[in-house]
Every structure is written in structure tokens, then in C-alpha cells.
């Protein structure tokens, strides 16, 4: 059996200090209940005596019947000259209820000088009162040796001694923190070793990521001897993040032979992390290694020609072992082979057959030549596929459109107002609706023009609208693209359009979005009636 690695996350507690996050009550909940699922040792879940939400929490908690996971109460050691028993925040950490608490103290004399204002011996008074009441109180007890590695660089007698005082006291492991995030791998590795060998406890790591290095860091001290790693999901933290666990876990279980999660969860990775973006209503970022929508898409035409023969000629793990999958990208750039393999990506198309793969090649230049961009807008290029292999249904008919932007005077907001005509079969339909702008007029338009022959498409909403102009030296002639992001609640996908009229762009690629939706529900109702 691999080494087993203890997985501890700060995301509820540490991510949640990250700008633009915030977690609410029932979202702790749900994300608590995520990472036992998905097999996280323990769940830090905020700040015990810090405020009465985190408190309401640990309360609700204790009720949650987890299959893997521990909740922990995260706290300070008690304050300078305070009793232990007196202080609020060491009787929070016991009010919290959870069978595992952390708590932080001073490991640079720097902060015990300038920040506690107290002595080096009341200093080494609090971690180790702290911790023993703590441990009289049956708790599973992490230190969190804070700013550990710039207070050993400057004074290691000092840092050693508040790790000696952690374990004297009972602490059942001692959490090694890059508190200011700008420490080297080298030195990492070094200190960590050092510390390995010196003191009789399970060693941590807790990392912060204004180097650009957390994640880097954290592996070169489970090298020297770390088992206990801290994180976040999807990196979140003060400033520029903590130590990514989403890029951690796969590099230690799937690249350097340890033990993170139990069997078969680490499939589960990407899913996990776009649960937790969804949470705090955060878009994912495509960039993150494993789990991003790029980590494994393929631009060039010579990789993807190389892909396509073998995956791992440009693939350094298998895409479905974080639960990811192969994107083929299409541009001016691709060959024969992005636009094969990018067709069967979607679904349409035979590897055996490159039937009609130059046709498309053809059309997709002429078409970026004019503008167009493909590559966050899949949806487009499908239809542009059916069009030039002459498998295109069209489920409406444009018989016009009005937009009319109406301000009345200078002291109220501009009234839009859209009417769209359309022809579906023998029918035509005309509506008006009124939007904040002409685009959301637009849709809602279409939308009521169209509901009555397709219900589905009420369940249709855009989650992103993004303005390019394309030459920008020809001012307000400029030609536009559009690419606008739909959700049906299940899928998303990305189209586009290209004018020189903004309303025109934005309209086809609206128009684009709901044929896509309406050919999504035809090909799944064609499937089921193969399958009886």
C-alpha cells in the first residue's frame, strides 16, 4: 500500500478570505457533505468565537452523518497574560463541539516582538497552555506553526522551540506554515527535512501562493517528510491563494505513488471542483492544471496530429483519470486532424472516415478570415459542420427584427423594446418584449416567439455576453464579434456572431444558441426511441 497522505481543507475557513468569496450557511453544508464524498480527511470549518455563523455552523454539523471526513474548529492560542480557561476563543474552540480543532501561534519571533507585544517566554506559555487544555478536553489537536519558515530562516532555535513546546503539550501534529507565501522549494525541502528529523509528532504543510509556488512547495515538503497537507479547492485564499488542492492530490497520488483519497475518487477531482466554483458562483478557471476546461486542449495542428496517433505524444496523465477530457481546439491554425477529431468530439463524424474534413477546414478559415472564433464557441462551430456536410436542420425562419431604444428625458433609464417575426413550418409568429438593452430584448423575444412550438426553450438563459471589437482603428464602423455562453441547467455551451452591426452580431449568435439547444433535445429524443 502507498504511503497514506492526511488531506486537510481550508477552503471554508482560509478560501473564504479570498476575495470575492463567500460561503453561505447552506452552502458549507452542501460543500461539507461534497468532500466527504469525495474522501477528504478533514474539513476545516471556520473560525471557532470569531463570529456567531461560523459558531451556528459547528452547531448544525454535529449532526451530519459523514462517512470519511473529520470537521475542525480552527482557533487561536489563548491571548498573552490570559487564563486559558478564561479566554473566549480557547472556550469556543470546546463550544465548537468537533472532534479535531487547529489552532495557530506565533513561530516567528518578528510577530511575538511587534504584533503580540509580549515575551518570548509568555509566547511558548500559550502555545503549550493552549494545547494541553485542548488535549484535557479530548481533542484531536493540529498547531499551526504560523509564519514557521520565515521564523526559522531568521532565528531556527526560536521556531524549534514553539514546535517542542506544541508537542510537549500533546499536539498530535505540527503544521509547518508559508504564511506570506514566499518561500523557495529549496528552502521548503530543507527546513521541512530538518524538522522531520527533529521533533516526535506527524509533521504538515500549509502553504500560501504569493511566490506563484504553494502547490510546488507542498510537494517538496511531503518529500522531505510531510504526511499532513492543507489546501483549498480550486486554490481559493487571502491574497493570491493557498496551495491548490485540486493540482496537489493528483500530483501526489497519481504522479509520486502516495495515498490521498480512497480508490477510484481521484475521477472524481474536476467534477468536485466545478461543484465548489458553482457554490460561490464563481466562473472556473480554464487554466487550472487537471481540472480546467484547457488542461487538456490541443491547438496546434501537428499535436493534435500527434494526439490522435497516440495521447501521450502531448498528454502527460490520461484526461480521465481527474475526470477531465481531450478539447480540440479550431482556429485559422488547424489541420485536417483538429477538425476530424473536433468533430467527433461533438458527436458527429466517424474516426474511420474523414469524409467532408477539408470542406470544414475551408469553411472554418474563410470564416475566421471574416471574423469568427471557435474556440469558446463549440456550439457555432457544430452548426457550421452540419452546414457544410448539408445535415442542417433549421427549426425557424427570421421574417424580421425591430429593436427600438427609447429615453424620454435625461433623467430616466433608456426603454428597449424588441419585436421579432418568425416563420415555424406554415406558422409565423410575431412578438414584442422589452429588455434592459437591445440583446436581452432580443432574447427575450425570440424566446416568447418561439416557446409555443419549443417549450424547452424556457429553460434556456445566457450566463455570459463578451464584446470584441475586431479593428478597432475603424471606430464605430468596427466589425464586432459576440460570443454569448448559454445554460439549459445541464449543459453549456458558447456561440458566436460577427458584424458590424452589434445587434446584428449578438442576434446570430443568439440564433445560433437556440437552434443548438433545439438540436440537443431532437439528437436525445432520437436516441431514446433507437434505445426501445
Known sequence: MNKKIWVYDTTLRDGAQGEGISFSASGKLAFVKKLDEFGIDYIEGGFAGS?????????????????????????????????????????????????????????????????????????????????????????????????????????????????????AAGADACVLCDTNGGCLPHEIYEITKNVVEAIGCMVGIHTHNDGGLSVANTIESVRAGAVHVQGTMNGYGE????????????????????????????????????????????????????????????KAGAHVNAVKKNPRTFEHIEPEMVGNERHILVSELSGGSNVLLKAIELGIGRKESEEGAK?????????????????????????????????????????GFRVIIDKRNSGEFCVTQASVKVRVGDETEHTVAEGGGPVDALNLALRKALTRFYPSIKDVVLTDYRVRILDP?????????????????????????????????????????????????????????NNE
Open 359 to 399: 470542406d470544414i477546414l475551408a469553411a472554418l478559415k474563410d470564416m475566421e478570415s471574416k471574423g469568427y472564433s471557435f474556440e469558446s464557441a463549440d456550439a457555432s462551430f457544430k452548426i457550421l459542420i452540419q452546414k457544410v456536410l448539408k445535415k442542417h436542420k433549421s427549426f425557424f425562419g427570421l421574417e
Open 51 to 167: 463570529n456567531q455563523k461560523d459558531m451556528d455552523f459547528f452547531k448544525i454539523a454535529q449532526e451530519l452523518e459523514l462517512q470519511h471526513s473529520r470537521i475542525v474548529a480552527f482557533g487561536s492560542t489563548r491571548r498573552a497574560n490570559k487564563n486559558v480557561k478564561d479566554d473566549i476563543f480557547a472556550t469556543s474552540l470546546i463550544k465548537a463541539g468537533t472532534p479535531t480543532v487547529t489552532i495557530f501561534g506565533k513561530a516567528w519571533k518578528l510577530h511575538v516582538t511587534d504584533v503580540l507585544r509580549t515575551s518570548v517566554e509568555e509566547n511558548m506559555a500559550m502555545i503549550s497552555d493552549t494545547v494541553a487544555y485542548l488535549k484535557d478536553n479530548d481533542k484531536e489537536v493540529f498547531f499551526d506553526a504560523e509564519h514557521f519558515y520565515d521564523g526559522y530562516k531568521d532565528d531556527p532555535e526560536f521556531a524549534m522551540k514553539a514546535l517542542e513546546t506544541a508537542v
Open 239 to 298: 491574497r493570491t491563494g493557498n496551495a491548490n488542492l485540486c493540482t496537489v492530490l493528483p500530483l501526489l497520488e497519481l504522479k509520486s505513488g502516495y495515498q490521498c483519497l480512497p480508490e477510484g475518487k481521484m475521477k472524481e477531482l474536476r467534477d468536485v471542483s466545478l461543484y465548489v466554483d458553482d457554490l460561490v458562483n464563481l466562473r472556473h478557471d480554464s487554466k487550472i492544471p487537471f481540472v480546467g476546461k484547457s488542461a487538456f486542449a490541443h
Open 473 to 529: 482603428e475603424d471606430a464605430t464602423a468596427a466589425t464586432t464579434q459576440v460570443i454569448i455562453e448559454s445554460s439549459d441547467g445541464k449543459d453549456t455551451w458558447g456561440t458566436v456572431g460577427v458584424s458590424e452591426n452589434l445587434v446584428e452580431a449578438s442576434w446570430e449568435a443568439l440564433v445560433d444558441s437556440v437552434e443548438y439547444k433545439l438540436f440537443k433535445d431532437e439528437q436525445k429524443k432520437q436516441l431514446i426511441t
